[in-house]
């Protein structure tokens, strides 16, 4: 039996924390496109978000959005031109603000919105199995982003510079 290589990145504890976050993420990604791909369905994993504020909300401004996602404007652009693209959100001009785009579900969306969240709802199953029972995970993540919001990486890695 050949034994199991040691992960390098783990070996580095909590300084290797955003990588291993990025590492997981790209994989969990990477294999739900694998996985819309066999299905043969035409989104992008990270299009549920959009996909369910929209149900939600109705129509939202792209900033509105990159507000409630806590996106940056630039990914919001980039994501909602790509759902327009597909022919799952309707965009259009603010009639009292010439600059601003108004984002809506197409019905294309939706029509296709109850398999799409029946889908959604099986991923959620299944990542909810890969914590075994575990429950804390969630609130742990909330608390490093609250946390991370009242002082950033930068100004803690400063403040640790100054107190040596």
């Known amino acids: 039996m050949s034994e199991e290589k040691e992960d390098f990145v783990s070996q580095l504890g909590y300084l290797s924390m955003a990588a ?5 993420s790209d994989h969990i990604l990477h294999s739900a496109r694998q996985f819309y791909k066999a299905e043969g369905i035409d989104i992008e994993p990270n299009w ?7 149900k939600e909300r109705q129509c939202l ?3 509105e959005i990159g507000e409630e996602l806590q996106f940056s404007h630039p990914s919001v652009i980039t994501m909602v ?4 693209d597909n022919g799952y959100l309707k965009c259009t001009t603010d009639p009292k ?3 601003r785009q108004l984002v809506k579900l197409s019905p294309k969306a939706m029509e296709k919105l109850p398999e799409y969240e029946r889908i959604w709802q099986a991923g959620e199953k299944s990542i909810r199995a890969l914590f075994k029972g575990q429950t804390d995970f969630l609130d742990q993540l909330d608390l490093l982003q609250r946390l991370y919001k009242e002082k950033d990486f930068k100004t803690r ?5 100054q107190h040596e």
């Open 20 to 24: 291993r976050m990025k590492r997981l």
């Open 48 to 54: 549920y978000l959009v996909f369910l504020l929209l």
């Open 61 to 63: 401004s792209i900033t």
């Open 81 to 84: 031109r790509k759902m327009r």
């Open 97 to 99: 603000d010439s600059r």
């Open 157 to 161: 890695t400063q403040n640790e510079l």
